[in-house]
């Protein structure tokens, strides 16, 4: 199986974090407050022929219900996840979404709403048989939207 090696062949660009209200009844879930977060990659060889090169994609983070008492403040907030909790993260990289995990994620307030978050995030591509598991461990700014959709 492949590699992609993503450690050395990109960096993780600025991104944001957006907050949203979500709901459905048919499925039992209330009115839930939940943060996504899209984080951009430096365009890069994924080495597989099938893909047009250089590849542009980026790592999103959903589904967080970080359950805070205000949304907007992220400081200090760590994190990690599993196969069977409720976030969902992904980065699309040989015509698939691979499903990845948060071993590590930790948000520091910059100022205004900037944060610094550190990640060390294990990366599924085995799931969809594109290439060997891997760990991507990145540093990058993310600009919070403090307005929240749906409210």
């Not at 979500?22 to 407050?33: A, P, V, Y």
């Not at 995990?101 to 599924?124: R, V």
Request: proline share 5%.
């Amino acid at each position: 199986m492949p590699q992609i090696n993503l450690q050395q062949k990109t960096s993780a660009k600025e991104g944001k974090i957006e907050i949203y209200w979500f709901e459905n009844q048919h499925i039992g879930l209330k009115k839930t407050l939940f943060h996504r977060i899209y984080i951009p990659l430096t365009p890069f060889d994924s080495g597989l022929e099938y893909e047009s090169q250089p590849h542009k994609t980026e790592i999103v983070i959903e589904w967080m219900n970080l359950d805070l008492k205000d949304a907007t403040n992220l400081d200090g907030v760590t994190l990690s996840t599993t196969p069977d909790d409720e976030t969902e993260i992904s980065v699309y990289v040989g015509s698939a979404h691979n499903p990845c995990d948060i071993q590590q994620m930790n948000l520091k307030k910059m100022e205004g709403n900037l944060y610094e978050m550190s990640c060390k995030l294990f990366i599924d591509f085995e799931y969809e048989g594109v290439a060997e598991n891997e760990e991507f461990h990145f540093t990058t700014q993310l600009e919070l939207d403090p307005n929240i959709k749906g409210a």
